[in-house]
């Protein structure tokens, strides 16, 4: 069967290194766009030895001359029924999208490698308009065929990216093939090596976004830095090849601006205003945004404040604040599988509400859009990271690129999102000369794109002569220094804990990124027996006595809100393949050190009024 384009296409595009570009032609704020969704069931073939994707040479398929038979993707609707075909999508079983694998199938509970996924859809595309293909998330490398055409790949498993499909898209009978590939790599981002599942699949939304010939694809509507009575940003219209006019409107503060875009369709803006009603955890003030062009209207809800830092002090909107957080890993576990919806972020973000938090800690990656729309909402600030964790291959050229194509997609996402106060770049990483200026690249990169918000880490301390010490060398690029501390659970004594000597290396705001240690919801025992909610108890007082004292302590995030599912948390009885460091058990039962933090949080927020 061909494969529709001449072969050095295929080679051009498999040379391109498949996360060039991608974030681009990144498209944002989709829920508010004409999209049609593809969520649902979709078939699924399961090939660990990637049969659909390499011939019997192990030469990719798409990468071959045209006379060779294609692959999975392609020989679909093999043109001869004498042809050899040894698969069926349609007879084949299906699965939930978005959804990860591991948790709705048995036999794909430890499953690392590739499965194939297989779509149909029927569109009619009205003429003049164009249609695009946008996927949440996959994890972790996706190749995406429509029609037996290869749209591209895209390699990260936790941000968004898009293909426009308005040349290949059919009214009837369109089949959409995508290859995932949740295999761990050396030089992937993150490594081998993660205290979390790796959970495979189509785990995000996936949608159609239906846009006019030339159509708003980005913008940044956000206080301008340093001036809380400006409004300033830009629009990006996507084909806007002359000067179009472009509308900004904010109803509410009686904005209407009208803006003329550049020749390659994109404008810089700024607007005074003396009436803005600024965003706080406590009043969650969102405005309704609207962005007119001669072909369509794009609504959002924004809202504005300011972040900063002032020596020792975290400044919001001008006033010190305490961030009182909790860390929070993207999985439902009463379901015990990745979060992707709405009603998953309720849960989440209601719990945390409870604990009496006005921050979250969103670990170790971008989480889904849902998320961060809904902190905008219910006034929860967030700290995003990327999975730049642990030992990372900080001298490969090409793992910078992913890392920094995985930041990149998630500010585009999320620049917009006034819950958002902190880029975070790393989560205990070895230092190194390498590793340094890794996330100097990535510091870089952040400010480039975004230099409104306030870039940390997730550091390691260190002891020296009873001593915790902090001076990790790239503190000193960092606005927080953050660091994860166990006193009492990897080391540490938890009776001399609140006497503990600290002595960190930077005058700026002090968070501690996570501290915390394990029990197995329902198990009794004395403050000294390990894995009882008492020592668990015990812990957090303790810690919490200690970290009061931390000089310039603006802030924590506990790990971890609720237990979460690790291969590497073995322990039969107690863990059984399940990290237990959770506030509340994976049957969403509340153990005795959430009223611990509860109590603490309560006290702080007096302090800080
Ligand atoms: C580390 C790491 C977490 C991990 C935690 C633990 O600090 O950042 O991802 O789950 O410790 O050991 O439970």
């Given at each position: 069967m061909n494969l529709f384009m001449h072969k050095s296409f295929f080679i051009k595009i498999a040379l391109i290194l498949p996360f060039i570009g991608l974030s681009q032609n990144l498209i944002i704020n989709t829920t508010n766009r004409n999209t049609t969704t593809l969520n649902g069931t979709w078939h699924y073939i399961v090939d660990p030895y990637q049969t659909g994707y390499y011939n019997y040479r192990h030469q990719p398929y798409d990468q071959l001359p045209e006379n060779n038979n294609a692959a999975f993707y392609n020989n679909y609707h093999a043109k001869n029924k004498m042809e050899l075909v040894e698969y069926n999508f349609d007879t084949s079983p299906t699965l939930l999208v978005p959804g990860d694998w591991n948790s709705q199938k048995e036999k794909l509970f430890y499953y690392e490698g590739t499965i194939w996924y297989k779509k149909s859809f029927d569109y009619n595309l009205p003429n003049k308009k164009r249609l695009f293909l946008y996927f949440g998330a996959i994890n972790y490398k996706a190749e995406v065929y429509l029609n037996g055409k290869k749209l591209g790949t895209h390699i990260g498993g936790f941000t968004p990216f898009n293909f426009e499909i308005t040349s290949i898209v059919k009214p009837v009978g369109n089949y959409l093939v995508v290859k995932v590939d949740n295999t761990r790599h050396k030089d992937a981002v993150p490594t081998t090596n993660t205290d979390w599942w790796n959970y495979g699949g189509i785990t995000r939304d996936v949608k159609l976004i239906e846009e006019p010939l030339t159509f708003i694809q980005d913008y940044n509507i956000q206080l301008k830095k340093n001036d809380k009575n400006s409004i300033n940003g830009y629009v990006k219209l996507n084909k806007g090849s002359k000067s179009e006019k472009v509308i900004i409107s904010i109803p509410e503060l009686k904005i209407e601006k009208q803006l003329t875009t550049d020749k390659d369709g994109k404008v810089k803006f700024e607007i005074k205003s003396k009436k803005i009603k600024y965003w706080n955890p406590k009043n969650p003030k969102l405005y309704d945004v609207s962005i007119k062009t001669d072909y369509q209207t794009l609504k959002d809800q924004i809202g504005f404040r300011t972040i900063e830092t002032k020596e020792s002090n975290i400044l919001l909107n001008g006033k010190s604040i305490f961030l009182r957080g909790i860390s929070i890993h993207e999985e439902n576990p009463m379901r015990g599988s990745r979060a992707y919806s709405t009603d998953d972020a309720l849960v989440a973000l209601n719990w945390a509400k409870e604990l009496g938090c006005n921050y979250v800690r969103l670990a170790h990656y971008p989480h889904n859009e849902h998320m961060l729309k809904l902190a905008d909402k219910i006034g929860m600030m967030v700290w995003e990271e990327i999975p730049?964790?642990?030992?990372?291959?900080?001298?490969n050229k090409n793992t910078l690129q992913n890392a920094e194509n995985q930041l990149s997609e998630a500010i585009t996402r999320d620049k917009n999102r006034a819950s958002i106060i902190i880029w975070s770049m790393a989560n205990e990483t070895p230092p190194s000369k390498a590793r340094n200026n890794f996330i100097k690249n990535l510091i870089n990169l952040t400010k480039s794109i975004d230099s409104t918000r306030l870039i940390s880490a997730a550091l390691e301390k260190h002891n020296s002569n009873g001593v915790n010490i902090v001076d990790d060398e790239i503190g000193k690029y960092l606005d927080i220094v953050a660091f994860n501390q166990y006193t009492g659970w990897y080391g540490g004594s938890l009776e001399d804990a609140p006497n503990a000597k600290w002595n960190i290396k930077f005058n700026k705001p002090v968070v501690i990124s996570e501290f915390g240690g394990g029990a197995l919801q329902g198990l009794h025992g004395t403050a000294k027996e390990r894995w009882t909610e008492e020592y668990q108890e015990y812990l957090y007082q303790q810690n919490i006595k200690m970290i009061e004292k931390i000089p310039n302590i603006r802030g924590m995030s506990p790990w971890i809100l609720a237990d979460f599912r690790s291969p590497k948390r073995v322990l039969p009885g107690i863990q059984d393949g399940w990290n237990r460091k959770g506030l509340i058990s994976n049957g969403g039962v509340k153990k005795k050190a959430f009223f611990t933090l509860k109590d603490f949080y309560k006290k702080i927020k007096k302090q800080y009024n």
């Open positions: 730049v964790y642990w030992t990372i291959d900080f001298n």
